[in-house]
């Protein structure tokens, strides 16, 4: 049984850094992708960042190239968000994700996600 529990969110000023990570338990699939999604209220979950299971490959949303850094550290099962120069426009709530059982062709889809967080609540303001 996966679980993804997410933990890091929290309310900064527009410039500002935070750091999300997603603890995986049970995920041992080395052929799938993990990602970051975020959702604001009245608009869909969108794809920000995603980073692949076996060859480590990343993708990312072009709103957040240059600003956000996904990394993996798989002797902890932990999911990391670099979230730094956060705009307004990044406010959410933060989902992480996994997929098992194969490539992720469109890895920022949320259709490709087999397993989902409890998500995380990040709030920019100016």
């Known amino acids: 049984q996966v679980q993804l529990v997410e933990s890091g969110g929290g309310s900064v000023q527009v410039g500002g850094s935070l750091r999300l990570s997603c603890v995986a338990s049970?995920?041992?699939?080395?052929?799938?992708?993990m990602g970051w999604f975020r959702q604001a209220p009245g608009k869909e979950r969108e794809g920000v960042a995603s980073?692949?299971?076996?060859?480590?490959?990343?993708s990312y949303a072009d709103s957040v190239k240059g600003r956000f850094t996904i990394s993996k550290d798989n002797a902890k099962n932990t999911l990391y968000l670099q979230m730094n120069s956060l705009k307004p426009g990044d406010t959410a709530m933060y989902y992480c994700?996994?997929?098992?059982?194969?490539?992720?062709?469109?890895?920022?889809?949320?259709?490709?996600?087999?397993?989902w967080g409890q998500g995380t609540q990040v709030t920019v303001s100016s």
């Open positions: 980073i692949d299971t076996d060859d480590g490959s990343q």
């Open positions: 049970g995920y041992t699939d080395r052929r799938g992708c």
């Open positions: 994700g996994a997929r098992s059982g194969g490539t992720c062709y469109w890895p920022l889809r949320v259709y490709q996600y087999d397993y």
